[in-house]
């Protein structure tokens, strides 16, 4: 039971839930680490019993700016880099531009000392932290656009990186990558987002499988023409990590079907509009029916959940928010610990929300709190508890403003 929520909750807050991440037997070293993630924390609070005691609703208006310059980050990670049990940020910084990436590390009080990942700037959207040699430590894997090279960051256990491979393309249009264990062998794979906004010159996204030492000497191409972001779950719970990879620009959404061995032979599943343009979504059973929902962030519609109908099927789109502007991020975690599974959206040049999930039934239902000064814009979020009181605080990675952490409080009324 334990381990099914466990394992449930870091799906829900958007993070690899596959065995590497919360193996049955883990090693020491992992144990000390892994009881120092948010997942835990979550899973901690998660009973039923401290549910019914803390299902007010949280506000998020404590700030901490981690930078006092606007540059153009586009991605932030959260995960204990060094071992000392708190949750330590890595921001991927860049975009177009060359910026040097850094790694805040946290004392657990939730202040934070900077130091650059890396000594040089390079075109960074997003990076993504995991255990990707199976030595106990947090790895990074840093998805540059072109022309730089796509580079993978090996932790010598004290949370300082060194590039230990390439993966991919340098000339790839990278937006994102995420990492999941596709073939089952307990080691995380790469899935890598690439952007086409030109329908005749479409631009596949790839699959690049681990070699079991943390290196990604090939990988197979999905055939999608523009992706900004891919949501790596298993959709139709056959345990094996499906991927959603939604549309940017215009056309529709596709859902890949892993076979369990990291390929995907099926033709894929259209699911959404004809005419998408999604830079954010995440998978999550928001209504609690045991299917895996789809939270999608259109830039031009607005945010939506596709409810799981089960047998591969998904509903028609809901709308969740009229709130305005573009939403550019999504995280899905229990933020107020009631066991419900809530909605963080950032936007660009708005307020954020996040939506507290009060639904029970077949069509959820959600209370929208802002979060957020809608300075710039918000391209990544990541959820865990930075100051160590046990409520999951929101991380935000900007464009044109500076990057900052959002601590949860209680209600001021
Ligand atoms: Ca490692
Ligand atoms: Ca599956
Ligand atoms: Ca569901
Ligand atoms: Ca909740």
Redesign the pocket.
């Known amino acids: 039971m334990y381990r099914t929520t466990c394992t449930r909750v870091a799906r829900m807050a958007g993070m690899a839930p596959r065995p590497y991440l919360l193996p049955m037997n883990p090693s020491p070293f992992r144990r000390r680490w892994l009881a120092a993630t948010a997942i835990l924390t979550l899973c901690a609070t998660g009973s039923a019993a401290m549910a019914r005691q803390t ?1 007010a609703h949280r506000v998020f208006e404590r700030v901490l700016l981690l930078e006092s310059t606007s540059e153009t980050s586009a991605s932030v990670s959260l995960g204990d880099i060094d071992g000392n049990r708190t949750l330590d940020v890595v921001l991927a910084k860049g975009r177009h531009w060359p910026l040097v990436d850094m790694i805040m590390r946290n004392d657990g009080a939730g202040h934070f000392s900077a130091e650059p990942l890396a000594e040089l700037p390079d075109r960074t959207y997003s990076a993504a932290l995991a255990d990707l040699d199976g030595d106990g430590d947090l790895d990074i894997v840093s998805s540059n656009d072109k022309p730089d090279r796509k580079l993978v960051y090996r932790n010598d256990g004290s949370g300082h990186f060194t590039v230990s491979s390439t993966f991919g393309e340098a000339t790839w249009n990278t937006r994102y990558v995420t990492v999941a264990d596709l073939n089952g062998d307990r080691r995380p794979d790469l899935i890598v987002a690439n952007r086409s906004s030109n329908p005749a010159a479409p631009r596949p996204s790839y699959v690049c499988l681990n070699d079991g030492a943390g290196a990604f000497p090939s990988c197979a191409p999905l055939a999608t023409q523009s992706a900004t972001i891919i949501v790596a779950s298993d959709l139709d719970r056959d345990g094996n990590t499906d991927l959603l990879v939604p549309h940017r620009d215009g056309g529709q959404n596709l859902i890949f079907w892993n076979d369990g061995s990291g390929t995907f032979r099926e033709p894929p599943t259209p699911v959404g509009p004809s005419v998408s343009q999604i830079r954010a979504a995440a998978a999550a059973d928001i209504n609690g029916d045991g299917a895996v929902d789809l939270v999608v962030g259109d830039e031009k519609q607005g945010l939506f959940v596709y409810l799981g109908a089960g047998s591969r099927a998904f509903d028609a789109p809901v709308a969740l928010t009229s709130a305005g502007g573009a939403p550019y991020a999504i995280a899905v ?10 909605i963080v959206v950032g936007r660009q040049e708005a307020v954020g929300s996040v939506l ?2 009060t639904g029970g039934a077949r069509l959820p239902r959600f209370a929208d709190t802002p979060w957020g000064d809608g300075k710039g814009s918000v391209y990544g979020v990541a959820i865990g508890d930075l100051d160590g009181d046990g409520w999951p605080d929101i991380a935000a990675a900007r464009s044109e403003a500076p990057n900052g952490v959002w601590f949860s409080g209680p209600p001021t009324k």
Do not use: E
């Open positions: 299902s975690a229990d933020m107020n610990r009631d066991a419900k599974p809530d507290f999930n």
